[in-house]
């Protein structure tokens, strides 16, 4: 009579123990979603501090592709204008006028000015943005050697289609999907979208302790797509960086061009040859990239300033006023 009973107890301890076995797997699917909830806000972070990264650093761009074409312009036009008159009148002599602005340098100013005027012409199309990010990042020379001023819209526009970096630096944002061209990812340190892995796909799989160690796999492929967006994030600082100091250096330079400039062609020579000067100076300033061939912030920035500046003569890199 005592089987009944053994029964019973084998029955209530098999139950005990399935009950336990059912809690541990819950405690371990509870902690495989901890794992991947945690690492998936990590991931979206990373992303949102590189979209953002990305909006400030084509806005940094741009901001300094307008200071150029503003100096196009506005100083540009004047020195071509106020040379042609030099030039023209036999009583204005001015010794050395061809070593400071030789008549290349101001066939290059005149075709600036032509360039200012056809951007002012297509202002709201998506070929300024592009121009504005390619006269920023890889200076004035791609457009001086150019057939006519639509080429050198075309080239300049070009410039970010043909750069992967500017191509995602002017794309939309990466929650969107805006990669720019599929290379600008690669450019910013590989493959900064990360995994794309969705957590149900391990937390509904059968074993339950499988679950915690697919989590810390994904994890991990999220702990190094986040190193790879800091990469990029260090990156696109160094390019931030540069467009902001060239931005500044070329607004100083405006200023002192602006307080040196002369109107008349009878001025002492000296007033004359200080405002050539600086507007040599601008022109070589305009001519600087901040970016290299291969999309890398250039690193002797501010040697390659500060030969720009010295030229004048009269002022050195850093100089306040």
């Not at 410039?159 to 969107?176: D, H």
């Amino acid at each position: 009579m005592a089987i009944p009973f053994i029964i019973g107890a084998v029955a209530v301890a098999a139950g005990a123990l399935g009950v336990k076995k059912g809690l541990d797997a819950k405690e371990d699917f509870d902690r495989a979603e901890r794992i991947g909830k945690r690492a998936q806000r990590k991931h979206e972070e990373a992303i949102g501090n590189l979209d953002l990264a990305r909006k400030n650093t084509n806005a940094a761009l741009e901001a300094l592709g307008k200071a150029k074409v503003d100096v196009f312009h506005h100083q540009f036009k004047f020195l071509v204008d106020f040379c042609k008159k030099l030039k023209g009148n036999s009583t204005a002599k001015l010794q050395g006028f061809d070593q400071m602005i030789n008549p290349i340098t101001l066939k290059e100013m005149e075709k600036m000015v032509s360039v200012a005027l056809e951007l002012d012409k297509t202002i709201g199309s998506s070929a300024v943005g592009g121009a504005l990010t390619g006269l920023a990042a890889y200076g004035t020379v791609g457009i001086v050697g150019t057939a006519s001023t639509g080429t050198a819209i075309s080239a300049l526009s070009g410039a970010a289609a043909k750069s992967a970096t500017l191509a995602y630096l002017g794309g939309g944002s990466l929650a969107a999907g805006g990669l720019g061209m599929a290379g600008g990812v690669a450019v910013l340190g590989g493959a900064v979208l990360g995994p794309a892995l969705a957590i149900g796909g391990f937390i509904m799989a059968s074993k339950a302790e499988e679950q915690v160690t697919k989590a810390y796999n994904y994890e991990a492929k999220v702990d190094k797509a986040v190193a790879e967006i800091d990469t990029s994030l260090v990156y696109l600082k160094g390019v931030r960086t540069n467009a902001k100091e060239m931005e500044n250096i070329i607004l100083n330079m405006v200023q002192r061009f602006e307080e040196a400039k002369v109107t008349s062609v009878y001025e002492s020579e000296a007033k004359i040859e200080k405002m050539l000067a600086l507007g040599k100076a601008l022109k070589m300033l305009l001519d600087t990239p901040i970016l290299t061939t291969d999309d890398n912030p250039v690193s002797d920035l501010s040697e390659r300033i500060n030969k720009a500046v010295s030229s004048t003569g009269f002022l050195t890199y850093g100089d306040k006023k």
